[in-house]
């Protein structure tokens, strides 16, 4: 007996990932790249016998009749081909409580899928036998190999696949599909999630555990001992998902065999002629109660993302950043630049200008422009900052050089801002000359001592000529007192900016 099988997950047909509609065709083109890889792949002529999709076929839990009609024509070659497609519900599409069916009940009525549902009643799971009337739990796919689903459980999640384990068939080999995230450690359990300890007793009753909701692959490696598998997602779904490498999403190629299995071929061969696949970038074989399992993760073909790293250090003006951004971007190809590239512009150095000014709209629009990217974020946490440790100890004999500690505490913190950049040693001192003032006063300071501490600020106060050129007469008319020059260079009529301000 030969059985094989591609197990995907996490589809989320219907985004639109950054208010994009070529995003939100990503999804339907690596899903349909699957799809052909299923229908032409063959692998020392065994054929893909089905498609097991573990949860979150659509986005959302009532997709437009658009998505569900491009998800049909997406399937609609492997329905041709007389390759059935086993599906179960995830968190974002199962149906509602008040709702007795989804958008997946929709594609089962048209024989696109087979959807897999147990029945749930008063803490009980029931896998009942699968018909094309009723529905049901489990299904004998092939002769020798049982599928069961179980969908998304948030809850109860150790019961209810022990419940699920004792019902599987020890006559055939069990394939068990659940959406749900199994965590190897001991890490803090979110909703939907189980740790590995509380299901591996399972692991006898259960010959492979196809998992969905965890975007990265699980399973090739030696963890979860063989028969745990989860082959991510196939396209990027979050934006924390361009922090981990493209090859770790995909799906996963599964060959189930009563005899040995030769070993396979590696790109064409094993994806078949005119498929969009890439070569597999990981493999495990395995042996399972009495049979042989051969487990291929392939990376699909995503729309690329790629994180640049530009040291913006000493760049004391905004076109200075966007700059050293060009400079970092450079590193792109011309057939990186041409399929719309997701650009990431991680800021790293140390700030030379405030954090206020960093130029995000126009790095944005110079890395679209002259790098075709479809879409772009520009984030500044690895600037430098943050406190010096050794600034923050304090000798408790020393006692008299707390308030010089103190600071440099602030200084560094202003620094590590963007704020009064230049100027932070002073207006560290302002401040704590500030609180000192404070001290000993009432809860509600007067207008009149707030005036005070204002007018000690003033000198801090920054100017943005950008915004003030976009400002109207009628702000200017209403912030008159700005019309001076306090001999800094900046030109009159500018807008202050709030130094204290966070970024």
């Known amino acids: 007996m030969t059985f094989r099988f591609l197990h995907i997950a996490d589809v989320h047909l219907g985004k639109h990932q950054h208010q994009s509609d070529a995003r939100y065709a990503d999804y339907f083109a690596v899903l349909s790249s699957v799809v052909e890889h299923a229908v032409r792949a063959r692998v020392n002529g065994v054929r893909v016998d089905a498609v097991l999709i573990a949860g979150d076929l659509f986005d959302e839990q009532d997709p437009s009749a658009e998505t569900v009609r491009r998800a049909m024509a997406a399937l609609r070659p492997l329905r041709a081909a007389g390759i059935p497609a086993f599906a179960i519900e995830g968190n974002h599409d199962r149906r509602k409580r008040t709702e007795p069916a989804c958008a997946l009940d ?111 692959r699980v399973g090739l490696d030696d963890e979860m001992d063989g028969w745990v598998y989860n082959p991510g997602s196939l396209e990027f779904v979050n934006t924390l998902d361009y922090r981990l490498p493209p090859a770790l999403r995909g799906f996963l190629d599964v060959t189930l065999s009563d005899v040995p299995l030769e070993d396979e071929g590696t790109g064409e061969e094993a994806g078949g002629e005119g498929t969009s696949t890439e070569a597999p970038s990981a493999q495990r074989n395995v042996e399972r109660m009495g049979y042989h399992l051969r487990v291929r993760h392939v990376a699909t073909d995503k729309r690329p993302a790629y994180t640049l790293r530009p040291d913006i250090s000493g760049c004391d003006s905004p076109a200075a950043v966007v700059d050293a951004v060009r400079r970092a971007a450079q590193e792109l190809d011309a057939a990186q630049r041409a399929r719309g590239p997701i650009l990431i512009a991680r800021l790293q150095g140390t700030l030379a200008l405030s954090r206020s000014r960093l130029p995000r709209a126009a790095i944005t629009a110079m890395l679209q422009e002259e790098f075709g990217a479809l879409h772009v974020e520009v984030m500044d946490r690895d600037l430098l900052g943050g406190t010096d440790v050794g600034t923050l100890l304090a000798d408790s004999e020393d006692l008299e050089q707390l308030t010089d500690r103190a600071r440099a505490v602030a200084a560094d913190l202003l620094r590590g801002g963007g704020i009064a950049v230049g100027r932070e040693s002073d207006l560290a001192t302002t401040l704590i000359d500030m609180k000192t003032q404070l001290q000993g006063g009432t809860k509600n300071p007067s207008k009149e001592v707030l005036r005070g501490l204002r007018e000690q600020l003033l000198p801090y106060v920054e100017y943005d000529e950008e915004e003030t050129r976009e400002a109207s007469a009628d702000d200017d008319a209403d912030e008159g007192d700005t019309d001076r020059d306090d001999g800094s260079g900046a030109a009159p009529n500018l807008r202050r900016r709030d130094p204290l301000r966070p970024p």
């Open 106 to 216: 929709i594609l089962a009525g048209e024989e696109y899928l087979r959807l897999l549902r147990p029945d749930i009643a008063d803490g009980t799971l029931t896998l009942r036998p699968w018909t094309s009337d009723s529905g049901g739990g489990m299904i004998r796919a092939a002769d020798g190999v049982v599928i069961a689903g179980l969908g998304f459980l948030g809850h109860n999640i150790e019961e209810y696949h022990r419940q699920a384990a004792e019902q599987l068939p020890a006559e055939a080999f069990p394939i068990l599909l659940s959406h749900v995230m199994v965590q190897p450690g001991e890490e803090t359990l979110e909703y939907g999630c189980v740790a590995y300890a509380d299901i591996a007793p399972l692991r006898e009753r259960i010959g492979y555990l196809a998992l969905g909701h965890r975007h990265t």
